[in-house]
């Protein structure tokens, strides 16, 4: 499947184009924003509005950088009316109220389950890396590869 690509308008400046999400229950078009839009800048960048229960980063893994995940409120940031469940390490985060979890390289962490949606949220999955992307079709050569975990094993 071909996504749009964004367009570099000017020096350090990138029109972002809309993309349709990979998890069917993800309906609102997407935007991303990586170093594969100018190679300079190290921050990926990838929101998605949810509005109905959904599973995402499943099986659960790790990467070789740092990443940040946001949850909050759609129309209000602090207007959070929903219910998550995230794997991080060995425990599960229980989540029902706007938050941000910073995932640590090489943590196992995901899926994070949404189990309840009463009000649309805002997903943001940010990493600072020159090799990743949180779009679908970025260059597997220059991606890290992910390092699925099950049970008590340690990633290798």
Not at 20 to 49: E, Q, R, W
Not at 53 to 63: D, F, M
Not at 96 to 109: C, E, L, N, T
Not at 133 to 146: D, G, I, L, M
Request: charged share 25%.
């Amino acid at each position: 499947m071909a996504f749009p690509k964004n367009i570099v308008r000017e020096e350090n400046v990138v029109q972002l184009a809309t993309w349709n999400s990979i998890h069917p229950t993800i309906t609102k078009p997407m935007v991303t924003g990586s170093c594969h839009d100018l190679p300079d800048s190290v921050l990926s960048f990838g929101p998605a509005i949810i509005e109905r229960p959904e599973i995402l980063g499943s099986p659960t893994h790790v990467h070789p950088f740092d990443q940040w995940i946001y949850l909050l409120g759609y129309e209000r940031f602090d207007d959070f009316d929903a219910y998550c469940e995230l794997t991080y390490d060995d425990r599960i985060i229980k989540i029902d109220y706007p938050a941000y979890i910073f995932v640590p390289k090489g943590v196992k962490h995901c899926p994070l389950n949404v189990i309840r949606v009463n009000k649309p949220i805002m997903f943001i999955d940010i990493s600072i890396t020159e090799e990743a992307s949180v779009r679908v079709e970025a260059k597997t050569t220059a991606r890290p590869k992910y390092q699925h975990v099950s049970g008590n094993k340690k990633p290798e």
